[in-house]
């Protein structure tokens, strides 16, 4: 492995986290944070391309002037809303930063941009790796999409938030719309066994008692419940969305069919019932194996730093889901828990951001 002879800067790298955290950059209102970024890019003397992803949005991309991109670093500089936060910006309280993003995943952003301008700042030749700024991941992935487009590498590094513990794996997602219909009318004369709301609520006690008795390995999430406002009345609709996280190689097909045919016996033995399920998203999972060039370079890298090399499979679906299926082999690697992602007390160590800083570093290295 080459020797480090320009390693990462501490002060700027804190200093690059404060920006990106302070940038409020929810999903589809990214673009303060994107011209921010390529002022930044621009003061250190590197070269980007910004990749058109709708008429106001882009991925930045900075990649080797010469020869084919063997990996590709990716972070991705959304979040999810603020919503109901009153404080979401930077703050510092010893080692932990706070605020919106700082683990999922703008810690890992500002780690690979130090890295790979440090990688720049120490001249020769350069390694065939590309960093790739991308939007919308936690809504649509829609950067992602239009990354591998243009794009074609065969590895790709993500720097989620997975306390640096390397992930060759990625849950199978699934996100399920269910819906109730039922008549309008003066709530002095509500039916219960047809009001869409009381229909629903049956039917989502059905659905969960079938995750939790027969497939147990399904972590699921109600995330939304809402009617349509009717006043006092019984409403016309109620609509219910459902998260499922998978582990890697679950059999998707059964599972959707057995959730259909849970619906299809509902209507069958209940002549009022007028629910219906949707899959908006179906993610595919993924399980690589321990070896190829880029977990070599890992493994060596994890050594040089004393880190116990303990492959785990990453428990969400982000953008890795997309890239494997582009035909890209996408590993899990960044600062930060996912237990801390999305809570109102959102942190990460900066330590482990700098350190994270210092394994993408010597992984490019290794690739001259």
Known sequence: MTKSRAPVQPHRLKNLLRRLVDIYSPSGKEEELLTYLQGYLKRHGLPFEAQDVDDNRYNLVIHPPEGDI?????????????????????????????????????????????????????????????????????????????????????????????????????????????????????????????????????????????????????????????????????PEHCEAWLDLHLPPMSPLGEITMELEDLVLREREGNTGFSGTLRFATIHAGYQLPEKGPLIGALKTVFDRHALPWKPEAFRSHSDANLLWAAGVKPVLLGPGHLEKAHTRDESVSFREVLLAAQIYFDLMNSFK
């Open 70 to 234: 063997r990996l590709i670093l990716i972070g991705h500089v959304d979040t999810v809303m603020a919503y109901d936060l009153d404080e979401y910006g930077y703050e510092e309280n010893g080692d932990l930063i706070y605020g919106l993003g700082t683990a999922d995943m703008k810690g890992g952003c500002a780690a690979m941009i130090e890295a790979y301008l440090s990688i720049w700042e120490q001249g020769g030749t350069r390694p065939p790796i590309a960093l790739a700024l991308v939007v919308g991941e936690e809504e649509e992935g829609d950067g992602a999409r239009r990354l591998v487009k243009d794009f074609h590498p065969s590895r790709a590094l993500i720097g989620e938030p997975t306390g640096l513990q390397p992930c060759l794996a990625s849950y199978s997602y699934i996100e399920v719309q269910v819906t109730t219909r039922g008549k309008r009318m003066h709530a002095s004369l509500a039916n219960q066994s047809q009001n869409p709301i009381e229909m629903m609520l049956r039917l989502l006690l059905k659905i969960t008692h079938y995750l939790e008795s027969e497939r147990s390995e399904i972590v699921y999430n109600v995330r939304e419940l809402s009617s349509s406002r009717s006043g006092f009345a019984v």
